[in-house]
């Protein structure tokens, strides 16, 4: 019995560090590309297409691996909602296999379901081990790190307009004068926006939206001084950084994001805590008005080059719809195949442009209707539904944190409607099992 007990607990350890271990690793984008004749359109090596193995696989193999072995000993519980959620991902995963069989490039449709799935997996496992108030806490003091980190790197980006050569941990090598880099117009001057270790700064943006509620939320919990001031730094510095990365659309996804949890709690646990330290109060109060007083202006200018220099870029993500729409009409049911949007792309666009015209729609639900057609939107929203419902009811009970977490869900929502990384890209489906994960955890005390 108590060899038993002694090895219950060695796997909870286990698949706990995992766990923490992988979540510091959503920001790295650190992996070994391979390039099969499949990954090519027009001759064009595409990213999107190419299967690669990232430095955070292998501990996502590593615990998924772990996760199996403790449930076929019993040494985890899992809810009914998790048991649904395994069979639905179980037949989505059986008819999209069954699928891609009928297809000529057959393991480009494999490697993108394994992706999908591995995403569900992952936020299966983040729900069933992280389930104490105290492994959230160290959960986001670990996201309060990679928040100041990836600030720190992303502002010498923009002072020095260019990468600080951190190449171990995926950072690109760029600077403004680099083909196809993201730039901004400014004033009329165009300078580089901020990457950090992400593949693009809207993803960096992305990363912000998705991690700033959460560390929000502790900020609203009875905690050490040194902790909270730590929390405050790690808030202002990604809010600071989100400002600077000139996403439109994180922007808009953050604002509503905040909106509701306002809405939703009132603000109440916040002000309680604050109030009972001045000096935070003071130093929350002159943060935000400098914040305010930097970006107030950009702000404004970045959403006014949307209808002049930034047409181009509006154009083109209409015509990527429109072949979305087509592609869909052309195969409702299950689709074109899994990553094979980019590879039908040519047969409904005419490419003639740069390689950044080679891309995913910007709008996850269009591209999941164009690669899997009617059938697996409709399995994917039964999923997501399954996630809400459970959320729902936790905000019933009025769970704070329920609120912070479908409040973000908001923010994800925003931003898949316009933009494709969460679902294209392996940090942001990382960022996506998170939340979904957090979602359906029963915590206790």
Excluded at 229 to 247: D, E, R, T, V
Excluded at 308 to 325: F, G, M, Q
Excluded at 381 to 404: C, D, G, Q, S
Aim: charged share 15%.
């Amino acid at each position: 019995m108590r060899a038993k007990k002694a090895q219950k607990n060695l796997l909870d350890f286990v698949l706990k560090f995992s766990t923490f271990v992988l979540v510091g690793l959503i920001p790295i984008n650190l992996g070994r590309h391979f390039w099969p004749e499949y990954s090519y359109v027009l001759g064009i090596r595409v990213d999107y297409l190419s299967p690669t193995v990232f430095v955070s696989d292998l501990i996502a193999a590593f615990l998924i691996i772990t996760f199996l072995i403790s449930l076929f000993f019993k040494y985890q519980k899992i809810s009914k909602t998790i048991l649904y959620l395994i069979i639905v991902l179980f037949v989505f995963t059986l008819i999209f296999l069954g699928s891609s069989f009928f297809r000529a490039d057959f393991w480009l449709g494999i490697y993108q379901l394994f992706r999908i799935v591995q995403t569900f997996l992952l936020a299966i496992i983040i729900s069933v081990v992280l389930n104490t108030k105290r492994d959230q806490r160290i959960l986001f003091l670990i996201l309060a790190a990679a928040i100041i980190f990836e600030s720190a790197l992303a502002f010498l980006q923009f002072y020095f307009q260019a990468s600080m050569g951190l190449k171990i941990l995926g950072e690109g090598s760029f600077n403004s004068q680099t083909p196809g880099i993201s730039l901004v117009d400014l004033y009329g001057k165009q300078l580089l926006r901020p990457y950090g270790t992400f593949p693009h700064p809207n993803v960096l943006a992305g990363f912000l939206t998705i991690t700033l509620p959460l560390i929000y939320y502790q900020l609203t919990s009875e905690i050490k001084i040194k902790v909270r001031y730590f929390l405050i730094l790690g808030l202002f510095c990604g809010l600071f950084i989100l400002g600077l990365s000139f996403s439109r659309t994180a922007w808009v996804a953050t604002l509503a994001c905040f909106v509701l949890i306002g809405v939703l709690t009132k603000g109440k646990s916040l002000v309680k805590n604050l109030l009972r330290n001045p000096k935070q109060l003071t130093l929350i109060i002159i943060l935000i008005i400098t914040f305010f007083g930097l970006f107030g202006p950009l702000v404004l200018e970045r959403f006014i080059t949307l209808s002049s220099t930034d047409v181009h870029t509006v154009s083109l993500r209409s015509k990527l719809n429109s072949s979305a729409i087509e592609m869909f009409k052309d195969s409702p049911l299950v689709g074109v195949g899994f990553g094979r949007f980019l590879t039908n792309l040519p047969q409904y666009f005419v490419i003639s442009e740069t390689i950044r015209v080679i891309q995913p729609v910007h709008n996850i639900v269009l591209l999941i209707l164009a690669e899997s057609g009617l059938v697996g939107l409709g399995i994917l929203l039964i999923m997501f539904y399954l996630v809400i419902a459970f959320l729902l009811v936790k905000i019933r009970k009025k769970e704070i944190f329920a609120k912070i977490l479908i409040s973000t869900l908001l923010g994800i929502f925003i931003i898949s409607n316009f933009d494709h990384y969460l679902f294209t890209l392996n940090q942001g489906r990382l960022m996506l099992a998170l939340i979904l994960g957090l979602s359906l955890t029963r915590t206790t005390s």
